[in-house]
Protein backbone atom coordinates (compact mmCIF):
# COMPACT_ATOMS: atom_id res chain seq x y z
CA UNK A 1 0.00 0.00 0.00
CA UNK A 2 1.01 3.51 -0.75
CA UNK A 3 2.24 5.97 2.43
CA UNK A 4 -0.48 8.23 0.58
CA UNK A 5 -3.60 5.51 1.29
CA UNK A 6 -1.52 4.75 4.81
CA UNK A 7 -2.00 8.31 5.93
CA UNK A 8 -5.64 8.63 4.75
CA UNK A 9 -6.33 5.14 6.26
CA UNK A 10 -4.58 6.30 9.36
CA UNK A 11 -6.15 9.47 10.09
CA UNK A 12 -9.19 9.08 8.66
CA UNK A 13 -9.72 5.78 10.71
CA UNK A 14 -8.56 8.35 13.66
CA UNK A 15 -11.25 11.27 12.85
CA UNK A 16 -13.76 9.02 12.46
CA UNK A 17 -13.39 6.87 15.92
CA UNK A 18 -13.08 10.43 17.16
CA UNK A 19 -16.28 11.86 15.64
CA UNK A 20 -17.87 8.66 17.07
CA UNK A 21 -16.63 8.70 20.45
CA UNK A 22 -17.69 12.72 20.55
CA UNK A 23 -20.97 11.68 19.56
CA UNK A 24 -21.30 9.25 21.47
CA UNK A 25 -20.34 10.90 24.75
CA UNK A 26 -22.69 13.60 23.42
CA UNK A 27 -25.84 10.89 23.35
CA UNK A 28 -24.92 9.88 26.61
CA UNK A 29 -24.62 13.29 27.89
CA UNK A 30 -27.85 14.57 26.28
CA UNK A 31 -29.78 10.88 27.23
CA UNK A 32 -28.18 11.65 31.26
CA UNK A 33 -29.27 15.54 30.68
CA UNK A 34 -33.17 14.53 29.20
CA UNK A 35 -33.20 12.26 32.32
CA UNK A 36 -32.26 14.77 34.90
CA UNK A 37 -35.25 17.32 32.94
CA UNK A 38 -37.37 14.48 33.33
CA UNK A 39 -36.88 13.92 37.13
CA UNK A 40 -36.76 17.76 37.39
CA UNK A 41 -40.13 18.28 35.73
CA UNK A 42 -42.16 15.24 37.21
CA UNK A 43 -40.28 16.96 40.62
CA UNK A 44 -42.08 20.21 39.81
CA UNK A 45 -45.11 18.60 38.71
CA UNK A 46 -45.44 16.53 41.76
CA UNK A 47 -45.24 19.29 43.82
CA UNK A 48 -47.61 21.53 42.15
CA UNK A 49 -49.80 18.46 42.11
CA UNK A 50 -49.40 18.05 45.58
CA UNK A 51 -49.79 21.59 46.74
CA UNK A 52 -53.14 21.81 44.65
CA UNK A 53 -54.52 18.49 46.05
CA UNK A 54 -53.67 20.08 49.48
CA UNK A 55 -54.94 22.98 48.54
CA UNK A 56 -58.23 21.55 46.87
CA UNK A 57 -58.90 19.24 49.76
CA UNK A 58 -58.29 21.86 52.62
CA UNK A 59 -61.06 23.54 50.99
CA UNK A 60 -64.33 21.86 52.72
CA UNK A 61 -62.06 21.78 56.01
CA UNK A 62 -61.57 25.55 55.96
CA UNK A 63 -65.04 26.48 54.93
CA UNK A 64 -66.58 23.93 57.55
CA UNK A 65 -64.70 25.02 59.94
CA UNK A 66 -65.37 28.76 59.60
CA UNK A 67 -69.39 27.78 59.35
CA UNK A 68 -69.00 25.73 62.29
CA UNK A 69 -67.62 28.66 64.61
CA UNK A 70 -69.62 31.07 63.25
CA UNK A 71 -72.53 28.85 64.00
CA UNK A 72 -70.79 28.29 67.44
CA UNK A 73 -70.59 32.26 68.12
CA UNK A 74 -73.88 32.72 66.83
CA UNK A 75 -72.75 34.75 63.34
CA UNK A 76 -75.11 32.87 60.95
CA UNK A 77 -77.92 30.65 62.24
CA UNK A 78 -79.38 27.82 60.22
CA UNK A 79 -82.62 28.69 61.73
CA UNK A 80 -82.67 31.76 59.31
CA UNK A 81 -82.25 30.24 56.01
CA UNK A 82 -82.45 33.01 53.72
CA UNK A 83 -79.14 35.24 55.85
CA UNK A 84 -77.73 31.75 55.99
CA UNK A 85 -77.63 31.39 52.28
CA UNK A 86 -76.78 34.62 51.45
CA UNK A 87 -73.83 33.70 53.81
CA UNK A 88 -72.77 31.07 51.94
CA UNK A 89 -72.63 32.78 48.14
CA UNK A 90 -71.07 35.19 49.71
CA UNK A 91 -68.29 32.30 51.29
CA UNK A 92 -68.91 30.59 47.33
CA UNK A 93 -67.81 33.67 45.40
CA UNK A 94 -64.64 33.99 47.61
CA UNK A 95 -63.58 30.26 47.58
CA UNK A 96 -63.63 29.35 43.58
CA UNK A 97 -63.17 25.67 44.48
CA UNK A 98 -65.97 25.21 46.50
CA UNK A 99 -68.69 23.48 44.48
CA UNK A 100 -71.90 22.92 47.19
CA UNK A 101 -72.01 25.04 50.45
CA UNK A 102 -74.80 23.41 52.44
CA UNK A 103 -76.84 22.92 55.67
CA UNK A 104 -79.60 20.56 56.56
CA UNK A 105 -81.39 20.85 59.69
CA UNK A 106 -82.48 18.57 62.31
CA UNK A 107 -85.98 18.51 60.09
CA UNK A 108 -84.54 17.40 57.17
CA UNK A 109 -84.79 20.42 55.12
CA UNK A 110 -81.91 21.74 52.75
CA UNK A 111 -80.13 25.03 52.07
CA UNK A 112 -77.80 25.69 49.65
CA UNK A 113 -75.73 27.70 47.49
CA UNK A 114 -73.42 26.13 44.90
CA UNK A 115 -71.56 27.02 41.71
CA UNK A 116 -72.42 23.89 39.08
CA UNK A 117 -69.56 21.76 38.74
CA UNK A 118 -70.54 21.34 34.41
CA UNK A 119 -71.44 23.24 31.85
CA UNK A 120 -71.04 26.67 30.57
CA UNK A 121 -73.08 28.83 32.67
CA UNK A 122 -71.20 28.62 36.03
CA UNK A 123 -73.00 31.17 37.59
CA UNK A 124 -73.91 30.39 41.64
CA UNK A 125 -77.60 28.59 42.30
CA UNK A 126 -79.52 28.28 45.41
CA UNK A 127 -80.57 24.81 46.15
CA UNK A 128 -83.49 24.19 49.07
CA UNK A 129 -86.13 21.94 50.18
CA UNK A 130 -88.12 23.41 52.69
CA UNK A 131 -90.78 21.79 54.53
CA UNK A 132 -92.83 24.63 53.63
CA UNK A 133 -92.27 23.74 49.87
CA UNK A 134 -93.00 20.20 50.74
CA UNK A 135 -89.47 18.85 50.95
CA UNK A 136 -89.46 19.44 46.76
CA UNK A 137 -85.82 20.14 45.68
CA UNK A 138 -85.37 23.24 44.18
CA UNK A 139 -83.11 24.78 42.06
CA UNK A 140 -82.73 28.71 41.24
CA UNK A 141 -80.51 31.04 39.44
CA UNK A 142 -79.60 34.05 41.82
CA UNK A 143 -81.37 37.49 41.50
CA UNK A 144 -79.13 40.39 42.06
CA UNK A 145 -80.07 40.74 45.57
CA UNK A 146 -78.14 37.63 46.23
CA UNK A 147 -81.68 35.55 46.32
CA UNK A 148 -83.96 32.84 44.77
CA UNK A 149 -84.13 34.19 41.39
CA UNK A 150 -85.65 31.99 38.22
CA UNK A 151 -86.41 28.55 39.45
CA UNK A 152 -84.09 26.39 36.76
CA UNK A 153 -85.77 23.19 37.91
CA UNK A 154 -88.08 21.54 41.07
CA UNK A 155 -87.86 17.93 41.64
CA UNK A 156 -86.87 15.22 44.24
CA UNK A 157 -90.06 14.76 45.67
CA UNK A 158 -89.80 14.45 49.73
CA UNK A 159 -86.06 15.08 49.80
CA UNK A 160 -84.92 15.00 53.24
CA UNK A 161 -81.15 15.70 53.70
CA UNK A 162 -81.19 13.77 56.80
CA UNK A 163 -80.41 10.51 54.65
CA UNK A 164 -77.56 12.12 52.69
CA UNK A 165 -74.45 10.53 53.09
CA UNK A 166 -72.49 13.84 54.24
CA UNK A 167 -75.49 14.37 56.75
CA UNK A 168 -75.30 10.47 58.06
CA UNK A 169 -71.65 10.75 58.55
CA UNK A 170 -71.64 13.90 60.58
CA UNK A 171 -74.28 12.50 62.52
CA UNK A 172 -72.85 9.17 63.23
CA UNK A 173 -68.96 11.04 63.77
CA UNK A 174 -70.27 13.95 65.80
CA UNK A 175 -67.25 15.98 64.56
CA UNK A 176 -66.06 17.11 60.86
CA UNK A 177 -65.15 14.31 58.73
CA UNK A 178 -64.74 13.53 55.35
CA UNK A 179 -67.78 11.30 53.63
CA UNK A 180 -67.44 9.25 50.83
CA UNK A 181 -67.72 9.97 46.94
CA UNK A 182 -70.99 10.13 46.36
CA UNK A 183 -73.39 11.47 43.24
CA UNK A 184 -75.22 14.63 43.30
CA UNK A 185 -79.24 14.34 43.69
CA UNK A 186 -79.80 17.18 41.71
CA UNK A 187 -82.63 17.09 39.32
CA UNK A 188 -81.14 19.69 36.78
CA UNK A 189 -82.40 19.36 33.01
CA UNK A 190 -78.52 21.32 31.97
CA UNK A 191 -76.96 18.15 33.44
CA UNK A 192 -74.93 20.38 34.75
CA UNK A 193 -74.78 18.94 38.48
CA UNK A 194 -74.57 15.27 36.61
CA UNK A 195 -70.91 14.70 38.81
CA UNK A 196 -69.28 13.50 41.89
CA UNK A 197 -68.66 15.20 44.90
CA UNK A 198 -66.24 14.89 48.17
CA UNK A 199 -66.21 16.93 50.71
CA UNK A 200 -66.28 17.57 54.97
CA UNK A 201 -69.19 17.58 57.00
CA UNK A 202 -69.91 18.45 60.35
CA UNK A 203 -72.77 18.85 63.07
CA UNK A 204 -73.40 22.39 63.88
CA UNK A 205 -74.68 23.64 67.26
CA UNK A 206 -75.73 27.02 68.27
CA UNK A 207 -74.55 28.97 70.89
CA UNK A 208 -76.75 27.40 73.67
CA UNK A 209 -75.02 24.02 72.22
CA UNK A 210 -78.06 22.60 70.62
CA UNK A 211 -77.64 20.25 67.39
CA UNK A 212 -79.21 22.75 64.73
CA UNK A 213 -78.10 20.54 61.55
CA UNK A 214 -75.22 19.65 59.64
CA UNK A 215 -73.18 21.95 57.20
CA UNK A 216 -71.38 20.60 54.20
CA UNK A 217 -68.84 21.60 52.25
CA UNK A 218 -68.60 20.47 48.85
CA UNK A 219 -65.43 19.82 46.22
CA UNK A 220 -66.46 18.51 42.83
CA UNK A 221 -63.61 15.72 41.53
CA UNK A 222 -64.89 16.96 38.24
CA UNK A 223 -62.74 20.13 38.93
CA UNK A 224 -59.92 18.04 40.61
CA UNK A 225 -59.68 16.32 36.82
CA UNK A 226 -59.36 19.25 35.13
CA UNK A 227 -56.97 20.56 36.83
CA UNK A 228 -55.20 17.90 36.35
CA UNK A 229 -55.33 17.69 32.99
CA UNK A 230 -54.27 21.27 32.96
CA UNK A 231 -51.10 20.82 34.80
CA UNK A 232 -50.45 17.52 32.77
CA UNK A 233 -51.03 18.98 29.12
CA UNK A 234 -47.58 20.83 29.83
CA UNK A 235 -45.28 17.52 30.68
CA UNK A 236 -46.92 15.07 28.24
CA UNK A 237 -47.82 12.94 30.88
CA UNK A 238 -50.52 11.46 32.82
CA UNK A 239 -51.57 12.06 36.79
CA UNK A 240 -54.15 10.30 39.04
CA UNK A 241 -55.42 10.19 41.82
CA UNK A 242 -57.14 7.33 43.62
CA UNK A 243 -58.96 5.80 46.80
CA UNK A 244 -56.77 3.55 48.64
CA UNK A 245 -59.33 0.45 47.19
CA UNK A 246 -57.56 1.46 44.06
CA UNK A 247 -61.27 3.74 42.81
CA UNK A 248 -60.18 6.49 40.80
CA UNK A 249 -60.80 10.32 41.87
CA UNK A 250 -59.29 12.03 39.26
CA UNK A 251 -57.63 11.88 36.00
CA UNK A 252 -56.09 13.68 33.58
CA UNK A 253 -56.62 11.58 30.94
CA UNK A 254 -60.44 12.04 29.43
CA UNK A 255 -61.20 8.41 30.79
CA UNK A 256 -63.75 8.79 32.77
CA UNK A 257 -63.38 7.96 36.23
CA UNK A 258 -66.98 6.76 37.32
CA UNK A 259 -70.02 5.83 35.30
CA UNK A 260 -72.64 7.86 35.57
CA UNK A 261 -76.73 7.50 34.78
CA UNK A 262 -80.27 8.31 35.97
CA UNK A 263 -79.96 4.75 38.21
CA UNK A 264 -76.58 4.00 39.02
CA UNK A 265 -73.63 5.80 40.00
CA UNK A 266 -70.40 3.08 39.48
CA UNK A 267 -66.51 4.11 40.62
CA UNK A 268 -64.21 2.94 38.42
CA UNK A 269 -60.88 1.28 39.80
CA UNK A 270 -57.71 2.00 38.21
CA UNK A 271 -57.48 -1.59 36.64
CA UNK A 272 -60.88 -1.18 34.76
CA UNK A 273 -59.69 2.18 33.26
CA UNK A 274 -60.30 2.35 29.47
CA UNK A 275 -56.65 3.83 29.01
CA UNK A 276 -54.18 0.96 28.74
CA UNK A 277 -51.87 3.15 30.24
CA UNK A 278 -53.60 3.93 33.62
CA UNK A 279 -54.44 -0.33 33.54
CA UNK A 280 -50.76 -0.66 33.40
CA UNK A 281 -49.71 2.18 35.61
CA UNK A 282 -52.00 0.30 38.09
CA UNK A 283 -50.41 -3.31 37.84
CA UNK A 284 -47.18 -1.87 38.13
CA UNK A 285 -47.96 0.25 41.55
CA UNK A 286 -49.27 -3.20 42.88
CA UNK A 287 -45.72 -5.13 42.62
CA UNK A 288 -44.27 -1.67 44.42
CA UNK A 289 -43.26 -2.74 47.65
CA UNK A 290 -43.40 0.99 48.88
CA UNK A 291 -46.96 2.07 47.74
CA UNK A 292 -46.68 5.04 49.59
CA UNK A 293 -44.05 6.89 47.93
CA UNK A 294 -41.56 6.48 45.03
CA UNK A 295 -40.41 6.41 41.24
CA UNK A 296 -39.07 4.38 38.91
CA UNK A 297 -38.76 4.49 35.58
CA UNK A 298 -40.60 2.16 33.16
CA UNK A 299 -41.18 0.86 29.95
CA UNK A 300 -44.63 0.92 28.98
CA UNK A 301 -45.46 -0.04 24.94
CA UNK A 302 -42.77 1.87 22.90
CA UNK A 303 -42.47 4.91 25.28
CA UNK A 304 -40.65 5.01 28.91
CA UNK A 305 -41.83 7.04 31.65
CA UNK A 306 -40.92 8.56 35.04
CA UNK A 307 -43.91 7.07 37.07
CA UNK A 308 -43.74 9.22 40.33
CA UNK A 309 -46.01 8.29 43.42
CA UNK A 310 -46.88 10.10 46.77
CA UNK A 311 -49.90 9.36 49.38
CA UNK A 312 -51.48 11.92 50.83
CA UNK A 313 -53.77 11.46 53.72
CA UNK A 314 -56.71 13.68 53.99
CA UNK A 315 -56.96 14.34 57.75
CA UNK A 316 -60.05 12.93 59.28
CA UNK A 317 -60.62 11.21 55.93
CA UNK A 318 -59.21 8.69 53.50
CA UNK A 319 -55.53 8.25 52.21
CA UNK A 320 -54.99 9.36 48.52
CA UNK A 321 -52.64 8.01 46.66
CA UNK A 322 -51.70 10.73 44.02
CA UNK A 323 -49.45 9.01 40.59
CA UNK A 324 -47.95 10.76 37.65
CA UNK A 325 -46.45 9.29 34.27
CA UNK A 326 -43.86 11.32 32.41
CA UNK A 327 -42.59 10.01 29.57
CA UNK A 328 -39.09 10.15 27.95
CA UNK A 329 -39.92 11.04 24.20
CA UNK A 330 -41.29 14.17 25.61
CA UNK A 331 -37.66 15.30 26.74
CA UNK A 332 -35.76 13.15 24.28
CA UNK A 333 -37.24 14.87 20.98
CA UNK A 334 -35.61 18.26 21.69
CA UNK A 335 -32.27 15.93 22.62
CA UNK A 336 -32.51 13.80 19.67
CA UNK A 337 -33.26 16.96 16.80
CA UNK A 338 -30.25 18.65 18.95
CA UNK A 339 -28.29 14.86 18.44
CA UNK A 340 -29.39 14.90 14.61
CA UNK A 341 -27.79 18.44 13.91
CA UNK A 342 -24.39 17.29 15.43
CA UNK A 343 -24.31 14.35 14.00
CA UNK A 344 -25.02 16.48 10.26
CA UNK A 345 -22.26 18.84 11.94
CA UNK A 346 -20.04 15.92 12.53
CA UNK A 347 -20.40 14.23 9.10
CA UNK A 348 -19.59 17.76 8.25
CA UNK A 349 -16.37 17.72 9.75
CA UNK A 350 -15.52 14.35 9.03
CA UNK A 351 -15.90 15.43 5.09
CA UNK A 352 -13.89 18.54 5.42
CA UNK A 353 -11.36 16.14 7.65
CA UNK A 354 -11.26 13.74 4.96
CA UNK A 355 -10.85 16.29 2.46
CA UNK A 356 -7.95 17.74 4.35
CA UNK A 357 -6.05 14.80 5.45
CA UNK A 358 -6.27 13.65 1.48
CA UNK A 359 -4.63 17.11 1.08
CA UNK A 360 -2.01 16.88 3.55
CA UNK A 361 -1.22 13.13 2.65
CA UNK A 362 -0.86 14.51 -1.17
CA UNK A 363 1.27 17.61 0.13
CA UNK A 364 3.36 15.01 2.57
CA UNK A 365 4.03 12.02 0.24
CA UNK A 366 4.58 14.50 -3.26
CA UNK A 367 8.09 14.78 -2.67
CA UNK A 368 8.62 11.58 -1.05
CA UNK A 369 7.17 9.87 -4.39
CA UNK A 370 9.91 12.31 -6.36
CA UNK A 371 12.58 11.20 -4.13
CA UNK A 372 11.37 7.36 -4.13
CA UNK A 373 11.35 8.07 -7.94
CA UNK A 374 15.06 9.76 -8.41
CA UNK A 375 16.62 6.94 -5.92
CA UNK A 376 15.30 4.17 -8.39
CA UNK A 377 16.42 5.94 -11.35
CA UNK A 378 19.97 6.26 -8.95
CA UNK A 379 19.99 2.72 -8.82
CA UNK A 380 19.57 1.86 -12.35
CA UNK A 381 22.35 4.08 -12.83
CA UNK A 382 20.81 7.40 -14.19
CA UNK A 383 22.83 10.01 -12.65
CA UNK A 384 21.99 12.99 -15.19
CA UNK A 385 18.06 13.05 -13.70
CA UNK A 386 18.08 15.72 -10.88
CA UNK A 387 14.40 16.37 -10.36
CA UNK A 388 13.15 19.51 -8.51
CA UNK A 389 12.08 18.61 -5.24
CA UNK A 390 10.49 21.67 -3.34
CA UNK A 391 8.85 21.45 0.15
CA UNK A 392 9.40 23.17 3.76
CA UNK A 393 9.57 19.83 4.88
CA UNK A 394 12.95 20.29 6.62
CA UNK A 395 13.89 16.37 6.78
CA UNK A 396 12.50 15.88 3.17
CA UNK A 397 14.46 18.45 2.17
CA UNK A 398 17.45 17.15 3.80
CA UNK A 399 16.37 13.50 2.14
CA UNK A 400 16.77 15.32 -1.53
CA UNK A 401 20.04 17.35 -0.62
CA UNK A 402 21.56 14.19 0.74
CA UNK A 403 20.30 12.10 -2.24
CA UNK A 404 21.77 14.94 -4.63
CA UNK A 405 24.92 14.44 -3.37
CA UNK A 406 25.07 10.94 -3.00
CA UNK A 407 24.30 10.78 -6.31
CA UNK A 408 26.97 13.18 -6.95
CA UNK A 409 29.46 11.42 -5.61
CA UNK A 410 28.57 8.03 -6.90
CA UNK A 411 28.33 9.95 -10.44
CA UNK A 412 31.61 10.93 -9.90
CA UNK A 413 32.82 7.52 -7.94
CA UNK A 414 31.60 5.36 -11.05
CA UNK A 415 33.07 7.37 -13.88
CA UNK A 416 36.49 7.38 -12.06
CA UNK A 417 36.01 3.29 -11.04
CA UNK A 418 35.17 3.43 -15.33
CA UNK A 419 37.99 5.12 -16.09
CA UNK A 420 40.22 2.89 -13.71
CA UNK A 421 39.19 -0.39 -15.17
CA UNK A 422 39.66 0.96 -18.34
CA UNK A 423 43.04 1.55 -17.66
CA UNK A 424 43.48 -1.75 -16.07
CA UNK A 425 41.61 -3.58 -19.10
CA UNK A 426 43.93 -1.79 -21.81
CA UNK A 427 46.90 -2.77 -19.43
CA UNK A 428 45.65 -6.46 -19.17
CA UNK A 429 45.07 -6.26 -22.92
CA UNK A 430 48.51 -5.29 -23.12
CA UNK A 431 50.44 -7.46 -20.53
CA UNK A 432 47.96 -10.92 -22.14
CA UNK A 433 49.32 -9.72 -25.50
CA UNK A 434 53.15 -9.71 -23.81
CA UNK A 435 52.18 -12.80 -22.34
CA UNK A 436 51.05 -14.59 -25.85
CA UNK A 437 54.08 -12.96 -27.52
CA UNK A 438 55.98 -14.75 -24.54
CA UNK A 439 54.43 -17.68 -24.56
CA UNK A 440 54.84 -17.98 -28.27
CA UNK A 441 58.49 -16.54 -27.99
CA UNK A 442 61.73 -18.19 -27.25
CA UNK A 443 63.95 -16.76 -24.47
CA UNK A 444 67.48 -17.30 -25.68
CA UNK A 445 66.82 -16.29 -29.83
CA UNK A 446 64.08 -14.02 -29.46
CA UNK A 447 62.28 -16.62 -32.75
CA UNK A 448 59.04 -17.81 -31.72
CA UNK A 449 58.90 -21.25 -29.97
CA UNK A 450 58.01 -24.70 -30.93
CA UNK A 451 54.44 -24.39 -29.78
CA UNK A 452 54.04 -20.92 -32.15
CA UNK A 453 55.33 -22.77 -35.08
CA UNK A 454 53.24 -25.46 -34.75
CA UNK A 455 50.11 -23.28 -34.93
CA UNK A 456 51.51 -21.12 -38.04
CA UNK A 457 52.82 -23.87 -39.58
CA UNK A 458 49.14 -25.44 -39.42
CA UNK A 459 47.15 -22.70 -40.03
CA UNK A 460 49.83 -22.04 -43.05
CA UNK A 461 49.16 -25.30 -44.35
CA UNK A 462 45.26 -24.82 -44.35
CA UNK A 463 45.70 -21.59 -45.91
CA UNK A 464 48.04 -22.99 -48.58
CA UNK A 465 45.99 -25.58 -49.32
CA UNK A 466 43.07 -23.62 -49.70
CA UNK A 467 44.80 -21.31 -52.32
CA UNK A 468 46.62 -24.01 -53.90
CA UNK A 469 50.06 -22.52 -53.14
CA UNK A 470 52.87 -24.12 -51.98
CA UNK A 471 54.62 -24.72 -48.70
CA UNK A 472 57.76 -25.02 -47.73
CA UNK A 473 59.88 -26.25 -44.14
CA UNK A 474 63.41 -25.70 -43.32
CA UNK A 475 64.95 -27.71 -40.53
CA UNK A 476 68.18 -26.32 -39.23
CA UNK A 477 70.93 -27.73 -36.88
CA UNK A 478 74.56 -26.51 -35.71
CA UNK A 479 77.07 -28.12 -36.69
CA UNK A 480 79.32 -29.91 -34.54
CA UNK A 481 78.16 -28.11 -31.89
CA UNK A 482 78.80 -29.87 -28.37
CA UNK A 483 82.29 -29.70 -29.02
CA UNK A 484 81.76 -25.97 -29.40
CA UNK A 485 80.05 -26.23 -26.20
CA UNK A 486 82.50 -27.74 -24.56
CA UNK A 487 85.66 -25.93 -26.39
CA UNK A 488 83.82 -22.31 -25.51
CA UNK A 489 81.33 -23.13 -22.86
CA UNK A 490 77.68 -22.59 -22.68
CA UNK A 491 77.61 -19.00 -23.23
CA UNK A 492 79.50 -18.81 -25.85
CA UNK A 493 77.09 -21.88 -27.37
CA UNK A 494 73.96 -19.58 -26.68
CA UNK A 495 75.25 -16.72 -28.67
CA UNK A 496 76.49 -18.97 -31.23
CA UNK A 497 72.68 -19.46 -31.66
CA UNK A 498 71.63 -15.85 -31.23
CA UNK A 499 73.85 -14.96 -34.28
CA UNK A 500 72.17 -17.89 -36.59
CA UNK A 501 69.14 -16.66 -34.95
CA UNK A 502 69.91 -12.91 -36.25
CA UNK A 503 70.69 -14.75 -39.85
CA UNK A 504 67.22 -16.12 -39.78
CA UNK A 505 65.34 -13.13 -38.99
CA UNK A 506 67.45 -11.10 -41.97
CA UNK A 507 65.96 -14.03 -44.27
CA UNK A 508 62.51 -14.17 -42.95
CA UNK A 509 61.41 -10.82 -43.33
CA UNK A 510 57.75 -11.56 -45.69
CA UNK A 511 54.96 -11.69 -43.52
CA UNK A 512 54.24 -14.90 -44.61
CA UNK A 513 57.56 -16.35 -43.34
CA UNK A 514 58.43 -17.55 -39.61
CA UNK A 515 61.63 -18.77 -38.11
CA UNK A 516 61.25 -20.63 -34.71
CA UNK A 517 63.70 -22.44 -32.64
CA UNK A 518 62.98 -25.38 -32.41
CA UNK A 519 64.43 -27.60 -29.65
CA UNK A 520 67.91 -27.34 -28.75
CA UNK A 521 70.07 -26.02 -31.62
CA UNK A 522 67.63 -26.82 -33.84
CA UNK A 523 65.44 -24.35 -35.64
CA UNK A 524 63.16 -24.51 -38.66
CA UNK A 525 61.76 -21.50 -40.97
CA UNK A 526 58.12 -21.56 -42.27
CA UNK A 527 57.67 -20.27 -46.17
CA UNK A 528 54.23 -19.67 -47.10
CA UNK A 529 53.87 -19.96 -51.09
CA UNK A 530 57.67 -20.62 -51.22
CA UNK A 531 57.95 -23.48 -54.16
CA UNK A 532 60.91 -25.72 -53.38
CA UNK A 533 63.33 -24.24 -55.74
CA UNK A 534 62.82 -20.67 -54.01
CA UNK A 535 62.92 -22.71 -50.35
CA UNK A 536 66.77 -24.32 -51.69
CA UNK A 537 67.61 -20.66 -52.63
CA UNK A 538 66.63 -19.47 -49.27
CA UNK A 539 68.03 -22.14 -47.32
CA UNK A 540 71.51 -21.74 -49.58
CA UNK A 541 71.67 -17.84 -48.12
CA UNK A 542 70.84 -18.87 -44.66
CA UNK A 543 73.74 -21.45 -44.56
CA UNK A 544 76.10 -19.09 -46.23
CA UNK A 545 75.55 -16.17 -44.71
CA UNK A 546 76.31 -17.91 -41.44
CA UNK A 547 79.43 -19.34 -42.66
CA UNK A 548 80.28 -15.88 -43.29
CA UNK A 549 79.87 -15.02 -40.15
CA UNK A 550 82.81 -16.65 -39.59
CA UNK A 551 82.29 -17.76 -35.69
CA UNK A 552 85.60 -19.29 -35.18
CA UNK A 553 84.72 -22.96 -34.34
CA UNK A 554 88.39 -25.28 -34.07
CA UNK A 555 86.73 -28.74 -33.78
CA UNK A 556 84.69 -28.25 -37.55
CA UNK A 557 86.58 -29.00 -40.53
CA UNK A 558 85.74 -25.70 -41.47
CA UNK A 559 87.26 -24.05 -38.69
CA UNK A 560 84.24 -21.48 -38.45
CA UNK A 561 80.53 -22.36 -37.32
CA UNK A 562 78.26 -24.00 -39.93
CA UNK A 563 74.75 -25.11 -39.85
CA UNK A 564 73.37 -27.92 -42.15
CA UNK A 565 69.70 -27.69 -43.61
CA UNK A 566 66.76 -30.04 -44.81
CA UNK A 567 64.17 -28.79 -47.03
CA UNK A 568 60.72 -30.20 -47.42
CA UNK A 569 57.82 -28.74 -49.75
CA UNK A 570 54.18 -29.02 -49.73
CA UNK A 571 52.83 -29.18 -53.55
CA UNK A 572 50.04 -28.43 -54.72
CA UNK A 573 47.82 -31.59 -54.61
CA UNK A 574 49.97 -33.21 -52.01
CA UNK A 575 48.41 -34.68 -49.08
CA UNK A 576 50.41 -35.02 -46.47
CA UNK A 577 50.00 -33.76 -43.17
CA UNK A 578 52.25 -30.64 -41.11
CA UNK A 579 54.14 -33.68 -39.36
CA UNK A 580 54.79 -35.39 -42.28
CA UNK A 581 56.14 -32.25 -43.76
CA UNK A 582 58.20 -31.85 -40.80
CA UNK A 583 59.66 -35.35 -40.88
CA UNK A 584 60.14 -35.06 -44.43
CA UNK A 585 62.43 -31.58 -43.55
CA UNK A 586 64.11 -33.67 -41.04
CA UNK A 587 64.95 -36.49 -42.99
CA UNK A 588 66.30 -34.33 -45.44
CA UNK A 589 68.22 -32.36 -42.30
CA UNK A 590 69.87 -36.01 -41.27
CA UNK A 591 70.90 -36.48 -44.57
CA UNK A 592 72.54 -33.18 -45.18
CA UNK A 593 74.45 -34.38 -41.53
CA UNK A 594 75.22 -37.61 -42.74
CA UNK A 595 76.18 -36.27 -46.21
CA UNK A 596 78.94 -34.20 -44.34
CA UNK A 597 77.25 -31.22 -43.06
CA UNK A 598 77.18 -27.36 -43.33
CA UNK A 599 74.70 -28.46 -46.75
CA UNK A 600 71.34 -27.65 -47.82
CA UNK A 601 69.38 -31.14 -48.76
CA UNK A 602 65.79 -31.88 -49.75
CA UNK A 603 64.33 -35.01 -49.90
CA UNK A 604 62.21 -34.72 -52.94
CA UNK A 605 65.29 -33.64 -54.83
CA UNK A 606 68.46 -34.22 -52.63
CA UNK A 607 70.10 -30.91 -53.68
CA UNK A 608 73.39 -30.57 -51.84
CA UNK A 609 75.02 -27.48 -51.70
CA UNK A 610 77.77 -25.66 -49.54
N1 LIG B 1 75.16 -23.60 -25.57
C1 LIG B 1 74.09 -24.30 -25.78
N2 LIG B 1 74.19 -25.54 -26.19
C2 LIG B 1 73.08 -26.29 -26.44
C3 LIG B 1 71.80 -25.77 -26.31
N3 LIG B 1 70.90 -26.71 -26.69
C4 LIG B 1 71.63 -27.82 -27.05
N4 LIG B 1 72.95 -27.56 -26.93
C5 LIG B 1 74.01 -28.43 -27.20
O1 LIG B 1 74.05 -28.79 -28.53
C6 LIG B 1 74.78 -30.00 -28.65
C7 LIG B 1 74.18 -30.86 -29.65
O2 LIG B 1 75.06 -31.84 -29.91
P1 LIG B 1 74.75 -33.08 -30.73
O3 LIG B 1 73.33 -33.14 -31.05
O4 LIG B 1 75.32 -34.32 -30.05
O5 LIG B 1 75.52 -32.98 -32.09
P2 LIG B 1 76.67 -32.03 -32.62
O6 LIG B 1 77.75 -31.96 -31.65
O7 LIG B 1 76.08 -30.70 -32.97
O8 LIG B 1 77.05 -32.67 -33.91
P3 LIG B 1 76.22 -32.79 -35.21
O9 LIG B 1 74.84 -32.26 -34.99
O10 LIG B 1 76.19 -34.25 -35.55
O11 LIG B 1 76.98 -31.98 -36.18
C8 LIG B 1 74.79 -30.57 -27.24
O12 LIG B 1 76.14 -30.53 -26.71
C9 LIG B 1 73.92 -29.67 -26.44
O13 LIG B 1 74.40 -29.51 -25.13
C10 LIG B 1 71.66 -24.44 -25.85
O14 LIG B 1 70.61 -23.91 -25.70
N5 LIG B 1 72.86 -23.71 -25.63
Not at 113 to 141: F, T
Not at 450 to 478: C, H, K, N, Y
Request: charged share 20%; glycine share 6%; with cysteine.
Amino acid sequence: MTLKRYIILLLGSGLLLLVAIQWWLTYQAAEAMSLRLQTRLAEEVSSQVNDKVRQFFDVPRQVVSLNVAQVRQGVIDPRDPEALVRNFLLQLEQQPLLTFLSTGTPEGEYFAASRPPLGEDRSLRILQASIANHRVMSLYRVDERNRPGQLIDAGNDNYDARLRPWFVTAQMMGRMSWYPVYRYAINDPADDYSAMGLGMSAPLYGADDQFVGVITADVSIVQLSRWLAEVMERSGGVAFITEPDGKLLANSTPDPVYFLSRDETRRISLWESDSPLLRELGELLERQADPEQGRILHQIGNERYLVDWVSYSLRDGPTLRIVQAIPQSQFMAPMLDLLRQLLLVAAGILLLGMILITLISIWVTRPLVALSRWASRLGRGDWTYRPDIRTPVQEVSRLSQALGQMAHHMERQTQDLERLVATRTRELEQANQELSRLSRTDALTGLANRRSLDEVLAREWGRTRRFAQPLSLLMLDIDWFKAYNDQHGHPAGDHCMQVLADVLRQHTQRATDLAARYGGEEFAVVCSGLDHARALGLAEEIRGMLEQRALPHESSPLGVITVSIGVATLNMGDTRSPGQLIEAADLALYRAKASGRNRVVSVENTHVAH
